[in-house]
Structure formats: structure tokens, C-alpha cells
């Protein structure tokens, strides 16, 4: 099955600090990925959409200039949190739509972010 | 505007028990469904997905049916196991250039 994977898994960062988080489709294209974000024990929350080589389109709340998104080829897109928070501490996951098969989404193992 | 809902919210069964989760929606115009499981901490992994055109789909111990006109999916798994529980969240996608609306989630607890 399509495998997309989430580099790091896990991150500590001091407050203020950016954070480069990158998510790849391992064995397909995906001309459309995904940022959600999740806090502790709920649904997840969509940040952002990007499709290959063309600006992110961010969901309502969601600041752009914060929340740095990257969509350079159709295997990798990268979130980069930007000056991060206490409160940018959050589980970010990423998922790829792949337009082989019925555009159905799949999704990265997800990176923890934890800012102190 | 597409709603997405589960019900219920948790469910602690003993294991070996058939179990059905619900998901429903309220616009029956739809792209597809999917269902996933999530582990505590840990991403998403996509159970089964159903076409709009299709009625159900099966794997292994997993049945999820569809029924567009009433707005309803389930998600049936046969004799429960330990291993099972994890937060079960079910996803429309309205249309094929459309991203995920998603449920809240039910959280699956199986007990030995």
C-alpha cells in the first residue's frame, strides 16, 4: 500500500524557535497533501492544503506566516513552524492524496511538537 | 454543509464480541467515505474505503456498509480482540477535489 512517512517523529524546541517538519509519499505522487494538526484526545484538525507548486491555501484561523508550508515536488511537502509557542505544541500529521487511486488520502505516522 | 457525526462517543465491550460503529452524515452527495483507526499518539491508518457507488467493503474482520440516502455508514468488526482498541474516525470527502470531513471519533476499548 501507498506508504507516506513524517520526518522527525518527535521534536523539543525552545520557545521561539522554528521547526521544519517534512512529510513524503514513499512510493507515489501525490499532487495534493494535507497539515492537520491534533491536541490531546481530539478530532483532527485540517491546517492547510497544498498542492505542487502552488501556494497553500489555509484554513480559516490558521496563520500563514506562521505556519510555513512548502509543496516543491509531488513527494514532498514540508510545514515549518515558525517563532513556535507553548501553545504550537501539538501532534501535526500529514497525509497525501494519491490521484491513482480514487484520490484516496493516506497518512503519515504524524510528529509530536513539544515547545518549552 | 456537510456534518459529520459518531455515535457513540466510547465503547468498552468484552472481547469476542461483534461490535458496529455509526457514522452519519447530512449531505448524501458524497465523493466517498473512509474509515480510519488512530493509536493513542500515533497517525491515522486507513481501515476501508467505500466508493459512492458501492454498498460495502470487507477486510478481514472489518465490514464497513454504506447507505447514501440515509446518510449512514457502519463499521462491523467481528470478534473483537484487545488489539482493536483505538479511536475509530470515519471521513467524507464531498467530492473528488474535496479534502476529508471528518467525524470526532469513538474511542474502542476491548476488554480481555
Known amino acids: 500500500g501507498a506508504v507516506v512517512s513524517q520526518h522527525p517523529s518527535w521534536v523539543i524546541c525552545k520557545s521561539g524557535t522554528s521547526v521544519k517538519i517534512e512529510c513524503r509519499s514513499l512510493?507515489?505522487?501525490?499532487?495534493?497533501m494535507f497539515w492537520y494538526r491534533q491536541f490531546p484526545k481530539q478530532s483532527l484538525m485540517l491546517m492547510a492544503t497544498?498542492?505542487?507548486?502552488?501556494?497553500?491555501?489555509?484554513e480559516q484561523g490558521v496563520e500563514k506566516d506562521k505556519f510555513l508550508i512548502n509543496h516543491a515536488s509531488l513527494t514532498l511537502s514540508t510545514l515549518t513552524v515558525t517563532s513556535a509557542h507553548p501553545e504550537d505544541s501539538s501532534f501535526y500529521i500529514c497525509?497525501?492524496?494519491?490521484?491513482?487511486?480514487?484520490?484516496?488520502?493516506?497518512f503519515g505516522p504524524g510528529t509530536r511538537l513539544t515547545v518549552l | 454543509k456537510q456534518e459529520v457525526t459518531q455515535i457513540p462517543a466510547a465503547l468498552s465491550v468484552p472481547e469476542g464480541e461483534n461490535l458496529v460503529l455509526n457514522c452519519s452524515f447530512t449531505?448524501?452527495?458524497?465523493?466517498?467515505l473512509q474509515w480510519f483507526r488512530q493509536d493513542p499518539g500515533k497517525g491515522l491508518t486507513s481501515l476501508l474505503l467505500?466508493?459512492?457507488s458501492q454498498r460495502e467493503q470487507t477486510s478481514g474482520r472489518l465490514n464497513a456498509s454504506l447507505d447514501k440516502s440515509s446518510g449512514r455508514s457502519t463499521l462491523y468488526i467481528a470478534a473483537s480482540q484487545p488489539g482493536d482498541s483505538a479511536t475509530y474516525l470515519c471521513?467524507?470527502?464531498?467530492?473528488?477535489?474535496?479534502?476529508?470531513?471528518w467525524g470526532a471519533g469513538t474511542k474502542l476499548i476491548i476488554k480481555p
Open positions: 467505500i466508493q459512492s
Open positions: 497525509s497525501a492524496r494519491d490521484r491513482e487511486k480514487y484520490n484516496e488520502q493516506f
Open positions: 512510493d507515489f505522487q501525490a499532487t495534493t
Open positions: 471521513a467524507v470527502r464531498p467530492d473528488s477535489n474535496y479534502q476529508l470531513i
Open positions: 497544498s498542492n505542487e507548486g502552488s501556494k497553500a491555501t489555509y
Open positions: 449531505d448524501s452527495a458524497i465523493y466517498n
